[in-house]
């Protein structure tokens, strides 16, 4: 399966910080790639570099074959994302706010009753969405990225603010995108016990840097092999960066 989204030592510093540290990933074209971390290890850096809201200090990217920089607005138009809390015009309707992306994509009108249906919000299209619940912001924000159906999509914690049955409809969802429409998902998520139900392959970041990439069977064997427990995720995860902060701590020291 060809890779379509590669990173070759992705790289963002500031002042006298490192937010993404040599980052070199691979997501395979139609897979569902769970980018998992700590809060603050680099995954929306990463993720807002991807579709070029901020520059990489070092390193390079490639995505459906075309490189960032010289790519950008044609790697954009094969991308649909949802990056932390999505915005919207409060006195439009939730219908309005995806017609406004719509004809900014150059999409037939249609596009916007698909997306509406795909999230489930088609009976309240017509609501204000200063009138939203924080959970249907979530629904709204994800079929503005869906609208088009674009090839790739980029999710950055979509299940933020649902309830648990809305957690379950917008996995299912993600879960089916790639056979709906031979689109590839690359998503972020704290809720673990989600990513592990529904992704092909894990990237685990910590403090800007990559400590793992492979499938969920190759993170249980890496985890076997290390003395982890391997029943979880969740375990595997928390087990992998208390043991990176802790080899940290201790070059610190030395």
Known sequence: MEHIITTE???????????????????????IYGFLGPNGAGKSTTMKMLLGLTAPTKGSFTI??????QDRLAILKETGSFIESPSFYANLTGRENLDIIRRILDLPK???????????????????????SLGMKQRL????????????????????????????EIRNLVKSLPGLYDCTVFISS??????????????????????FEGSL??????????????????????????????DRKQRAIL
């Open 9 to 31: 030592h992705l790289t963002k510093e500031y002042k006298n910080f490192i937010a993404v540290n040599d980052v070199s990933i691979h997501v395979r074209q139609g897979s």
């Open 110 to 132: 249609s596009a916007v009753e698909e997306a509406l249906e795909l999230v489930g919000l088609s009976e309240f299209g017509d609501r204000l969405a200063k009138k939203y």
């Open 190 to 211: 704290h809720m673990l016990s989600e990513i592990e139900l529904m992704a092909d392959d894990i990237g685990i970041l910590n403090h800007g840097r990559l400590l």
């Open 64 to 69: 459906d074959g075309k490189r960032f920089p």
């Open 141 to 168: 924000g994800l079929a503005g990225a869906l609208l088009g159906r674009p090839p790739i999509l980029i999710l950055d914690e979509p299940t933020n603010g649902l309830d648990p049955s809305g957690i379950h």
């Open 217 to 246: 069977h190759d993170l249980r064997q890496n985890a076997l092999k290390n003395g982890f427990a391997a029943d979880k995720l969740e375990d595997v995860f928390l087990s992998m960066i208390d043991k990176d902060n802790a």
